[in-house]
Structure formats: structure tokens, C-alpha cells
């Protein structure tokens, strides 16, 4: 017994080094599985609040972009609103489609903190539970484009996987064709400007700067502004090509976003857990 | 002297971990290189440092990083096998009995010893860093340089502090 403890004491430092990496190595693991019971992330009293305060700062350097997407955001509605007033209603018969009209709710969030230099990169914003934020929303930027996908909660804070995560895919079809695809980022590089599309059929003739929307059947709405087709002739060798697209969105300059409350979420959830368990 | 060191120590804490988390997190190069001088903060810890305490140093350093970056237990590994490969490198190139430099700067020890020395403890932190991240062997040869890029950027940066601050102790 003796001998053990000094054998033990004189390589001390290896044997530290096994028990403090076990333990590194399993807060990895568990934060990169769904239920994760530790939150020191961004999140966090300390860390959100040091990331609020700095963005006070911050957020004055930027106020010209975020007037003119504001801006040109504001055009864009009056236009389609102007479309939709022009209808003769008198002459129409009038179809009440509440459900559908009100699916989708949004709710506006400025980044208090984000990244895109790192491989797995996350978003925090300023709502919480209290606002009535959940883990697993979607959530798309203020101009155009996809963000990501809500993360951890908590009361007024809460962390959005980027789409610039290795585990962040979404459901995307291409306008000309009506292509299915699964939007990803960084299996070739780790530009924060370029995403890949996989699991495209080869039979698929894919245009050049085709645009590239949600196909409605991840979180997303249908038809949210993705990207643009910029190269088609990366071949995986099977029945399916990968697709390089340029997206709209610069996560660069990313300062508002909207949360996506989808009403029907549970519902679906509900149905779709009946079906036989095809994961 | 003993306080003198801690609190330098602690200075040298909230600074690199100040410039990491405001100013390095947001520079990259190409998406290739991004930097992490903030380990030089345990590159400089005292010769006689006890080792349970300097585990539990990198530990804490290396949880606190995560919390900004939001990759829990990524930093903390890493920074634990930067331990472990400081401590190897000691034990074999210092002999602790005779010697009295307090701490492992560039003017104690000279460009060689200090520049082997910061290359195995950043190529150490940064292999760790960027598997766990990355965490699948598909990214392979494009994770390991990253890995490269970043180690090299790194460690320009950590020399060109310590020749900033270099003071070469008289003799």
C-alpha cells in the first residue's frame, strides 16, 4: 500500500492529468448531446451580462447598416402590402385562413455576442423564457437570410446554433427546378460567406446563381431567402452532388434577428411521434 | 516577493483573458489561423509552482475560456494537456535543486529553451482544441491545418509579447 502511494506520488502529475482530462472530455461530450445539464455558456448571469455591456458599445459603430436594411426591409412590405390592398375585395369571396395566416409569429432580438471564426460557431441574442423563447425555434436575420436554430435558454438571454455549426441543417429547395437539398456549412471550408448543399439527386440540371430558398419542412417557414447557386460540379460519386452557394446573409455584420414562434410546432411534434420510429 | 508574484500573476489573468475574448475572438485569417495567446498566461507561471495547483489553474483558465466561447469542456482539455506537457518538458530540461529563476520568460531562459518550449506547449493546446471542436475524423487533414496555421500564428504572437516585455535579468 505504502509503495502504491508513492508510485502514485512520483508520476502525480500524469495521474492529475488523467482525472482533469476525463473530466474536459466529458463536459465536451455532454454539451455536444441534445439534453445538456451544464449551462456555462453564454447564457449565464456573468458571462450574458459581460457580453450586454459590451454590446452597448458596440452596436453604435453599425447604426447606418442596420438603418438602411431596416429601410430597405420597411420598402419591401409596403410593396407587398400595396399588392394585396389593390385586390378587389368586393368581387372576391373571402376565405378565412387564420390558421395559416398566423402559423408564424415573429419576434425581433438584437446579437449581443457572435462568432464566425470558429468551426461550431453560436449566437447569443436578448430574449429569453420570458419572452417567450424555447429551445429549438428558428431563427432568421432581420435583412435576409437563415440564421440558425435556438440552443440553450435562459430568463432574458438565450444562444442560437449558427448556421456556421457542424450540427445546424436545414431543409432548402432551389426555385427553378423545385430540387430538395440539406443546407450546411463548412464541409469544404470554413468561409463565413459560402454553404454547401447536399443530398441533391444527380438528375437535377442546377442553374447558376438559381436562389435558393427553405423548403418549409425544417423549422423555417417556406421560401425565406437562402443564398445563390455559385458552383455545381462538386461531385460526391454517388447518386447525389453537393451544391456551393453564395448566402445572403453576412454573419459578419449580423444586429438584429427574428425569432420564428411556429404555433403548429407541438401539434406536428404530437402526429409525427405516432409513426413508427424510422431514426 | 511571494505576493508580488501572485499579484502579477492575476494582472496577467484578467489581461490575456481580456484580449482573447474582446479583440483575438473576432480576428481570423482566411478562416484558417485564429489565435489563442491567452495559454501564455500558464506558459509563465512560476518554476515552483505545486502541480495539483497548476491543474487546477488551467482548469478554471480553461473553463472561463469556454463560457465566452460557448464550446464548454474544449478549452478546459486543452488547457489541462498544456499542463501536462509543461510539467514533462521541466521535469526533463530543468534541474529544479540548483536553479533560482522564478518564472519561464524569454530574458530568463533564453530564445532556444523558451521557443521549444512555447511550440510543444501551443502545438499540445491546439491539437486538443481543435478535435474536440471539430470532433469527427471526416475534417481530418483540413482540421490539422487549421491546427498548423493557427499554432504558428499563435506563437508569433506569444514571442513577439515576450520581446516586447523582454527584460533580460542581469547577471
Known amino acids: 500500500m505504502r509503495n502504491l502511494w508513492i508510485f502514485i506520488n512520483r508520476y502525480n502529475a500524469f495521474f492529475f492529468f488523467i482525472i482533469f482530462f ?25 458571462v450574458g451580462t459581460a457580453y ?18 431596416l429601410a430597405a426591409e420597411n420598402a419591401k412590405l409596403k410593396t407587398e402590402l400595396l399588392a394585396l390592398s389593390s385586390i378587389d375585395s368586393s368581387k372576391n369571396v373571402v376565405v378565412k385562413d387564420t390558421l395559416n395566416k398566423t402559423q408564424y ?25 420570458a419572452d417567450g423563447i424555447a429551445s429549438g425555434m428558428a431563427v432568421i436575420s432581420a435583412g435576409k437570410g437563415v440564421v440558425g436554430y435556438i440552443r440553450d435558454v435562459s430568463d432574458h438571454l438565450a444562444t442560437i446554433e449558427s448556421l456556421l455549426h457542424k450540427d ?12 430538395l437539398g440539406t443546407l450546411v456549412w463548412g464541409t469544404k471550408n470554413f468561409d463565413y460567406r459560402k454553404a454547401y448543399i447536399k443530398d441533391v439527386p444527380n438528375h437535377f440540371k442546377i442553374a447558376l446563381k438559381d436562389t435558393v430558398v427553405t423548403s418549409g419542412f425544417s ?21 447525389f452532388m453537393t451544391i456551393e452557394i453564395d448566402l445572403f446573409n453576412d454573419f459578419s455584420t449580423l444586429q438584429y434577428v427574428y425569432v420564428i414562434k411556429d404555433k403548429l410546432a407541438e401539434e406536428q411534434k404530437a402526429l409525427e411521434s405516432k409513426l413508427p420510429n424510422e431514426q | ?15 490575456l483573458l481580456f484580449i482573447q475574448i474582446l479583440l483575438l475572438r473576432n480576428l ?22 505545486p502541480n495539483l495547483l497548476l491543474y487546477l489553474i488551467a482548469f478554471a483558465t480553461g473553463l472561463t475560456l469556454d463560457a465566452f466561447y460557448d464550446t464548454l469542456g474544449v478549452h478546459t482539455a486543452a488547457c489541462v494537456a498544456l499542463a501536462f506537457v509543461r510539467i514533462s518538458f521541466i521535469t526533463v530540461t530543468v534541474n529544479k535543486d540548483n536553479f533560482d529563476e522564478p518564472e519561464p520568460t524569454l530574458g530568463n531562459m533564453g530564445f532556444k529553451w523558451f521557443s521549444i518550449y512555447a511550440i ?7 491539437l486538443v482544441v481543435f478535435f474536440l471542436e471539430t470532433f469527427r475524423l471526416t475534417e481530418f487533414s483540413y482540421t490539422l491545418l487549421r491546427c498548423l496555421l493557427s499554432a504558428i500564428f499563435t506563437l508569433f504572437l506569444i514571442i513577439l509579447i515576450e520581446f516586447i516585455f523582454y527584460n533580460r535579468k542581469a547577471r
Open chain 2, 120 to 126: 510543444l506547449c501551443t502545438f499540445a493546446h491546439h
Open chain 2, 1 to 15: 516577493m511571494n505576493s508580488k508574484i501572485i499579484l502579477v500573476n492575476i494582472f496577467r489573468w484578467f489581461l
Open chain 1, 219 to 239: 423549422r423555417f417557414p417556406p421560401g425565406i431567402l437562402v443564398g445563390r447557386v455559385s458552383n455545381t460540379g462538386i461531385s460526391t460519386g454517388d447518386n
Open chain 1, 22 to 46: 476525463t473530466i474536459g472530455i466529458y463536459l465536451t461530450v455532454s454539451n455536444n448531446s441534445y439534453q445538456r445539464s451544464v449551462t456555462v455558456n453564454s447564457t449565464n448571469e456573468v
Open chain 1, 52 to 69: 450586454k455591456n459590451l454590446n452597448v458599445l458596440k452596436k453604435y459603430l453599425n447604426l447606418g447598416d442596420v438603418n438602411d436594411s
Open chain 1, 105 to 129: 409569429t415573429y419576434l425581433s432580438a438584437r446579437v449581443i455576442k457572435n462568432s464566425i471564426t470558429l468551426r461550431n460557431n453560436i449566437i447569443t441574442i436578448n430574449r429569453g423564457t
Open chain 1, 168 to 179: 445546424t441543417k436545414v431543409s432548402v429547395t432551389l426555385k427553378k427546378n423545385n430540387a
Open chain 2, 28 to 49: 481570423s485569417f482566411y478562416s484558417l489561423a485564429t489565435p489563442f495567446v491567452y495559454i501564455l498566461f500558464l506558459l509563465l507561471l512560476p518554476f515552483k509552482i
